[in-house]
């Protein structure tokens, strides 16, 4: 079990570097730029908006449920999009990334907030699961894009698509599990925080 554990590891590791390089530089893009593209990502938040807007919940379980079940839908998406030579995944951990960086700079240019305690409060109880999570899908995403550019180009061997398919369980078993804890850390601890910071 260890052993598969670290083969599994070294498949990754270099599309995890990747995926978590492409979601920082989303981050300082969207903090640093804010100004610049904030026309490009403000749809995305009023879309984000309106959904939350939309759903109505009578307990903190159906939030849970709601946040995990969309969550979960936005990682499978990115593994699957992996097919598109990996475009689906690499451009949705760039947005992620951009997303957070534009919205805590925003909130704490209106709020007059630290970015710091935004952060803390506000990202980091939920976001300690929910972005390696998301890393996890985007990284497995990017991985079976390189392989289809592979297969493509005449580069690869069914081996290499036996592998990657026995890590795809795995991989969709942990970004489960953690974002199982991040939908609830999101539902019920980080209100709690943002309320008392705010």
């Given at each position: 079990m260890m052993q598969r554990l670290k083969e599994l590891n070294r498949r990754m590791?270099?599309?995890?570097w990747i995926a978590g390089g492409l979601f920082f530089l989303g981050?300082?893009?969207g903090a640093i730029a804010a100004p610049g593209i904030g026309h490009?990502?403000?749809p995305f938040v009023t879309?984000?908006?309106?959904?939350?807007?939309?759903l109505r919940f009578d307990t903190k379980g159906q939030l849970e449920w709601a946040l995990f079940d969309n969550n979960w839908m936005v990682s499978l998406y990115m593994v699957a999009g992996g097919l598109l030579l990996g475009l689906v995944p690499a451009v949705g951990v760039l947005i992620n990334g951009a997303l957070i960086?534009?919205?805590i700079t925003t909130l704490s240019?209106?709020?007059h907030m630290s970015p710091l305690w935004i952060v803390l409060a506000g990202v980091l109880p939920h976001g300690i699961f929910e972005i390696p999570?998301?890393?996890?899908a985007a990284g497995m995403g990017l991985r079976l894009g390189l392989l289809v550019a592979r297969t493509g180009a005449g580069r690869a061997h069914r081996r290499d698509w036996t592998a990657i398919l026995q890590d795809v369980a795995p991989i969709v078993g942990a970004f489960t599990v953690l974002l199982l804890i991040a939908a609830f850390m999101e539902?019920?601890?980080t209100p709690w925080l943002l309320h008392k910071v705010i």
């Open positions: 590791r270099p599309f995890l981050i300082l893009l490009l990502l403000r879309g984000l908006r309106q959904e939350a807007l939309d960086g534009y919205v240019e209106r709020d999570a998301y890393l996890l539902s019920h601890v």
